[in-house]
């Protein structure tokens, strides 16, 4: 236990942490962790004391990479080994991952009953829980899209419509082009999930005030940067000021009346709108989601309360590039930026 760990490494500590941080399996996730730690040069009985796993455990690890590398590591997790046989044959899994896929099923017992009416196999609520979470499933909250949204429109837009515009508005390499969008808050307050006992009631207070204002956020995506202001309504005499301060070359946002009123249009700098229906191409709308998550299910003193913890929020959240960039790099925009820089 005392002589330094001896591996060739396929990986530098830096690949390893990024994807120990992607990685969203509990069993992977642990076993990258504790490559990335020893790769940074940590001992086996320190990574053991981090992670709290026996030691014997971490050794077969090790032992592992240094048969096969990091791809077998990764393929003996639970349940992939030796152990009763499967009920769902492979193709069956992959139907039962597909129809996961699309959203199909609220809860479990949904899933049970469809594998019950198409195969006529009985699971127990445990049983495909866990089967499952082996098909790398998990709850997840849909994004919504409007019925009226145009698939073939948005995706033109993506691929062509983005950059077309940017080069129509004669927009250069060091322009400010920013994402923009607007999100009402205020006093109404929302429940979200918790943890709780099960059989145990949890009781939440939930605030009723006719009271808000708006966020105002820009998303610069080249820059990885937000700027954010405050309005009282979402009308242009609210808007204009805080527009004015921020004097962009171009503003990519959607087509509220307030964005295509004339007084805007006299501030200078160019409109680009987005297809109509479409919030899920403006990264805006994805800091929007991660900021709702974080403020509601509590209770404010004030508006002005409310508005210096989502300030506070942004602020962090702007300092954190690594997860910002998570929420708005999007790789259809920056192919866009880098075309128009390139003509």
Same mark, same amino acid.
Request: charge should be positive; aromatic fraction near 12%; charged fraction near 25%.
């Given at each position: 236990?005392?002589?330094?760990?001896?591996?060739?490494?396929?990986e530098?500590?830096?690949?390893?942490?990024?994807?120990?941080?992607?990685?969203?399996?509990?069993?992977?996730?642990?076993?990258?962790?504790?490559?990335?730690?020893?790769?940074?040069?940590?001992?086996?009985?320190?990574?053991?004391?981090?992670?709290?796993?026996?030691?014997?455990?971490?050794?077969?690890?090790?032992?592992?990479?240094?048969?096969?590398?990091?791809?077998?590591?990764?393929?003996?997790?639970?349940?992939?080994?030796?152990?009763p046989?499967?009920?769902?044959?492979?193709?069956?899994?992959?139907?039962?991952?597909?129809?996961?896929?699309?959203?199909?099923?609220?809860?479990?017992?949904?899933?049970?009953?469809?594998?019950?009416?198409?195969?006529?196999i009985?699971?127990?609520?445990?049983?495909?829980?866990?089967?499952?979470?082996?098909?790398?499933?998990?709850?997840?909250?849909?994004?919504?899209?409007?019925?009226?949204a145009?698939?073939?429109? @948005?995706?033109?837009?993506?691929?062509?419509?983005?950059?077309?515009?940017?080069?129509?508005?004669?927009?250069?390499?060091?322009?400010?082009?920013?994402?923009?969008?607007?999100?009402?808050?205020?006093?109404?307050?929302?429940?979200?999930?918790?943890?709780?006992?099960?059989?145990?009631?949890?009781? @939440?207070?939930?605030?009723?005030?006719?009271?808000?204002?708006?966020?105002?956020?820009?998303?610069?995506?080249?820059?990885?940067?937000?700027?954010?202001?405050?309005?009282?309504?979402?009308?242009?005499?609210?808007?204009?000021?805080?527009?004015?301060?921020?004097?962009?070359?171009?503003?990519?946002?959607?087509?509220?009346?307030a964005?295509?009123g004339?007084?805007?249009?006299?501030?200078?700098?160019?409109?680009?709108?987005?297809?109509?229906?479409?919030?899920?191409?403006?990264?805006?709308?994805?800091v929007?989601?991660?900021?709702?998550?974080?403020?509601?299910?509590?209770?404010?003193?004030?508006?002005?309360?409310?508005?210096?913890?989502?300030?506070?929020?942004?602020?962090r959240?702007?300092?954190?590039?690594?997860?910002?960039?998570?929420?708005?790099?999007?790789?259809?925009?920056?192919?866009?930026?880098?075309?128009?820089?390139?003509?």
């Open positions: 236990m005392g002589r330094g760990l001896q591996l060739e490494w396929q530098t500590a830096d690949q390893l942490q990024l994807f120990y941080r992607w990685e969203r399996n509990p069993h992977r996730k642990m076993r990258l962790q504790a490559l990335w730690h020893l790769r940074c040069g940590k001992r086996l009985q320190d990574v053991v004391e981090v992670l709290g796993v026996c030691y014997r455990t971490l050794q077969h690890w090790v032992a592992w990479y240094r048969a096969e590398g990091l791809a077998e590591v990764l393929r003996r997790i639970p349940g992939h080994g030796s152990g046989t499967a009920k769902l044959t492979p193709i069956q899994q992959r139907a039962l991952a597909a129809k996961v896929a699309l959203g199909a099923f609220r809860t479990v017992w949904d899933a049970i009953q469809w594998v019950r009416d198409r195969w006529n009985d699971y127990s609520y445990s049983g495909l829980h866990a089967g499952l979470q082996r098909l790398n499933c998990a709850p997840k909250v849909p994004r919504p899209q409007s019925v009226k145009d698939m073939n429109r @948005q995706a033109w837009w993506k691929a062509h419509g983005l950059r077309d515009s940017l080069q129509k508005a004669g927009i250069a390499r060091d322009d400010r082009v920013w994402f923009c969008d607007e999100m009402r808050f205020g006093l109404w307050g929302q429940v979200r999930k918790r943890w709780g006992l099960r059989g145990v009631k949890i009781i @939440q207070k939930v605030q009723i005030e006719f009271a808000w204002e708006y966020l105002v956020l820009a998303v610069d995506v080249g820059q990885g940067q937000l700027r954010w202001g405050w309005a009282k309504r979402m009308n242009q005499t609210n808007l204009l000021p805080i527009f004015k301060r921020w004097l962009p070359n171009a503003v990519i946002w959607d087509g509220a009346s964005h295509g004339k007084a805007m249009g006299e501030v200078g700098f160019e409109r680009i709108s987005l297809p109509p229906y479409s919030p899920e191409l403006n990264p805006c709308e994805r929007f989601e991660w900021l709702r998550g974080e403020i509601e299910g509590e209770v404010y003193a004030s508006l002005q309360h409310k508005r210096l913890v989502i300030d506070q929020l942004l602020r959240l702007n300092a954190d590039t690594w997860r910002l960039r998570q929420l708005i790099d999007w790789q259809w925009i920056q192919d866009a930026f880098t075309l128009i820089s390139d003509t």
